[in-house]
């Protein structure tokens, strides 16, 4: 398999499947039945805070559940979206709460919303780069290929800062429960599947670098052989190789323009009483005439452009 092929499929195995962790993560507690209830971010032993407090509390996204001794659901609060991880704020009283909690009260319920908002956003954009990587197996050019990089970018920026603050949120109340000696715990499939995100989409952002840089350097090579084209769109003679899709309709390929054999064959020098094949010359000047005639037309203004790009030197 070509290398480049094989970076394309990575890229569309990588940004699905990030996108569908990330789903996941996203609907924790949306529902309180089937699957989506083993999604949670914390849970703690709460029966010794006052208020409203259940014995066993897990928090999810949108509400926090009493739990049972055997870990089954028993009630929740009414779904919210971005619901807060601060005990006061949940349980209205301060009694019997870790002392942690009420001196630090902000840094916990902020960090819990910030981190559900921006992983939120993270998930549009990695949805749009993903569409964007769909688009670029029918429609290429240099504009969209950096666009698309940016928006897998950004999605990994947003993830990674929701997670991390996700991690330092829990991670410290557990260790604040722990002090108080209550027990508590990190959901284990919400944070495995927000950190394997992470990663998926970090291999993602470095396979779009690969296909940034090698679609941009084939760009550039089929402007040397096309110098007259001004739509932007180019035959993929060269394209076709690494798996970028098929010439545009309207733009057949140039019939001069053929790639160079493996090993070309040794021709011997004709002599000089061997008569030239008028016939072949003359198909071969009809078919380039042919393909002149469905360019589109060269205003001046091409013609001193044209000149500029064919005298500006041209890195190896």
Known sequence: MDPTTLVTIISHVSSSGAGLLMSFVALSGSTTSGTLKDFYWFDANTSGIGGIAPNKTRWFNYRWCSISSAGDIISCTYSEAATPFSPVDNFLTTVGVPKSFIKNRNTYFYLS????????????????????TIHTNFYQTP????????????????T???TVLY????????????????SAAMGLNNFAFAWASVAILIIDTLNSIYSLR????????????????????????????????????????????????AQAPTVPAA?????????E????????????????????????????????????
Not at 143 to 157: C, G, H, I, M
């Open 167 to 182: 991690t330092a949120c829990y991670a410290k109340a557990q260790d604040v429960f722990h002090s108080s000696n209550l």
């Open 214 to 261: 090698n679609y941009t350097s084939l760009f550039e090579k089929n402007k040397i052989i096309y110098p007259n084209n001004i739509t932007g769109q180019y035959p993929m003679e060269t394209y076709s190789q690494v798996g970028y899709g098929a010439p545009p309709p309207h733009l057949p390929p140039h019939p001069l323009v053929v790639p160079a054999p």
């Open 281 to 316: 010359i003359d198909h071969v000047a009809t078919l380039d005439n042919q393909y002149r005639e469905q360019q589109p037309p060269v205003t001046s203004k091409s013609r001193f452009f044209t000149r500029i790009k064919r005298n500006k030197p041209i890195d190896p």
């Open 271 to 279: 002599s000089p009483g061997v008569a030239i094949d008028n016939g």
């Open 113 to 132: 919303r910030t981190a559900w908002g921006l992983w939120l956003v993270g998930l549009i954009f990695n949805i749009l780069s993903f569409a964007g």
């Open 143 to 158: 504009r969209l290929f950096k666009s698309y990089s940016v928006l897998r970018w950004v999605a990994l920026f947003l």
């Open 160 to 162: 990674l800062v929701s």
